[in-house]
């Protein structure tokens, strides 16, 4: 059973450029979850999906950012319009179900450099 | 808003020694988990321990052990008989309400470094 797929590994855009960041759960997960790392800081939460159905977006900017997770296919973090605050790294992770304390699985995280 | 501190920027520990990293963390609720999380440079995000807050008794998981204090709102970790492969971030994290019973709130995490 593949863990958490997460591609690109690293991803340089200029700035302006989109960033689509893919991630694929692992299989039988429907509930997925994305993270931001910026430089020396801990992960922050951003959004967590269900199949077509955002739940909880709490954590994400307001402008430019957008995520799906389709019936088909993986899940997508795209981000507009890059600027230079955007660089870090962004983990996806995957659970089964969901519910105080369930674990979710990480991915190895995109790493995004804006240039 | 529930809040995870981690005051210890970068620890050191010789190999074989033990070595326990800090933790606090801020809420009103009485029904939570707490995780330490491993981050080696590959990035991986690799679950270290669990504590169920209800659970009086302190999680181990073979060499790494937790101390949780409730009242005191304290969650540390021991990492006994270090290792060289111990060297990484580690971060302690947060799940339950009000935040949400999916999302984990992290501390900015402690670099381990073991010296050979």
């Known amino acids: 059973n593949a863990g958490v797929m997460q591609n690109p590994r690293h991803l340089v855009r200029r700035r302006g450029q989109e960033a689509r960041l893919r991630c694929s759960p692992m299989?039988?997960?429907?509930?997925v979850y994305w993270y931001r790392q910026l430089p020396e800081e801990g992960l922050k939460f951003m959004v967590y999906l269900q199949k077509e159905n955002i739940i909880d977006e709490s954590g994400m900017p307001k402008e430019r950012f957008s995520a799906e997770f389709p019936k088909e296919g993986p899940s997508i973090l795209r981000i507009q319009q890059v600027v230079r605050g955007d660089s870090a790294a962004y983990f996806c992770a995957s659970s089964p179900n969901t519910g105080t304390g369930v674990r979710a699985f990480f991915g190895q995280g995109t790493r995004l450099t804006v240039v | 808003a529930q809040t995870v501190t981690q005051s210890q920027p970068e620890m050191s520990v010789q190999e074989a020694e033990t070595v326990t990293l800090s933790c606090t963390y801020d809420t009103s609720e009485s029904d939570y988990y707490l995780f330490w999380y491993k981050q080696p440079p590959s990035r991986q995000m690799i679950l270290v321990i669990r504590?169920?807050?209800?659970?009086?008794q302190n999680a181990t998981e073979n060499r790494f052990s937790v101390n949780f204090q409730k009242a005191a709102k304290s969650f540390s970790l021991k990492i006994s008989d270090s290792q060289l492969g111990d060297a990484a971030m580690y971060f302690c994290a947060y799940m339950g309400p009000p935040s949400g019973t999916y999302k984990y709130i992290f501390g900015t995490g402690t670099r381990l470094k073991v010296l050979a």
């Open positions: 504590q169920e807050a209800y659970k009086q």
């Open positions: 299989k039988g997960h429907s509930h």
